[in-house]
């Protein structure tokens, strides 16, 4: 049965860090691509950034530099490490597989708001 589960998200001050996490079930997971999107209120939903199964990373160019995405396939689990936040990344967070492969059923996601 293939499920995602966020989690980590929360309000923080501009400049505070979160790492999220994502659980992924039903999927061979360790040689699936995973990614992390975001959808902020009137936008659409967007790419922030993707792993390969054996670890090869891209990001988005508005969180470059700020953000780190990681995988455990021992644990199944995908995280993104976020860190000098601004309010423009605020949203709701979701992983699932990269952009290139069928998305799976979309999770609740979580919210990460950025207060200035």
């Known amino acids: 049965q293939v499920q995602l589960v966020e989690s980590g998200g929360g309000l923080v001050q501009a400049g505070g860090s979160l790492r999220l996490s994502c659980a992924a079930s039903?999927?061979?997971?360790?040689?699936?691509?995973m990614a992390w999107y975001r959808q902020a209120p009137g936008k659409q939903r967007e790419l922030v950034a993707a792993?390969?199964?054996?670890?090869?990373?891209t990001y988005a160019d508005s969180v470059k530099g700020r953000c780190t995405v990681s995988r455990d396939n021992a644990k199944n689990m995908v995280y993104l490490q976020m860190n000098s936040l601004k309010p423009e990344d605020t949203a709701v967070y979701y992983c699932?597989?990269?952009?290139?492969?069928?998305?799976?059923?979309w999770g609740q996601g979580t919210q990460v708001t950025v207060s200035s």
């Open positions: 699932n597989t990269g952009p290139k492969l069928r998305p799976l059923r």
């Open positions: 039903g999927i061979i997971f360790s040689i699936t691509t």
């Open positions: 792993i390969t199964g054996g670890g090869t990373t």
